[in-house]
């Protein structure tokens, strides 16, 4: 049984960064590509950024240019790099693979605010 446990999220201001980390208890299908997800109030969890165990990445648009999505060691699976961060930015933040295979974990909140 994996468990996803996410970590790293806050307060910050617009224009500010953050760095979010993944640690995964159980193991993970190495040939599975991993993924950063979010969830704003009222909004369906969309897939913000993902990366194939090549090192392949992809951006959702809105965060193209400001995310960086990095693969860990053994004991962190992702990382998500957040930089210049905008309002619009505020979500509960989530790892799974891509696609999703596993349960949710709990999250970690981001919340962009001045």
């Known amino acids: 049984q994996v468990q996803l446990v996410e970590s790293g999220g806050g307060l910050v201001q617009p224009g500010g960064s953050l760095r979010l980390s993944c640690a995964a208890s159980?193991?993970?299908?190495?040939?599975?590509?991993m993924g950063w997800y979010r969830q704003a109030p009222g909004n369906q969890r969309e897939l913000v950024a993902s990366?194939?165990?090549?090192?392949?990445?992809i951006y959702a648009d809105s965060v193209k240019g400001r995310f960086t999505i990095s693969r860990g060691n053994a004991k962190i699976t992702v990382y998500l790099q957040m930089n210049s961060l905008k309002p619009e930015d505020t979500a509960v933040y989530y790892c799974?693979?891509?696609?999703?295979?596993?349960?949710w974990g709990q999250g970690t909140q981001v919340t962009v605010s001045s």
């Open positions: 799974n693979t891509d696609p999703r295979n596993y349960d």
């Open positions: 159980g193991s993970i299908f190495s040939g599975y590509a």
């Open positions: 990366i194939t165990n090549g090192g392949r990445t």
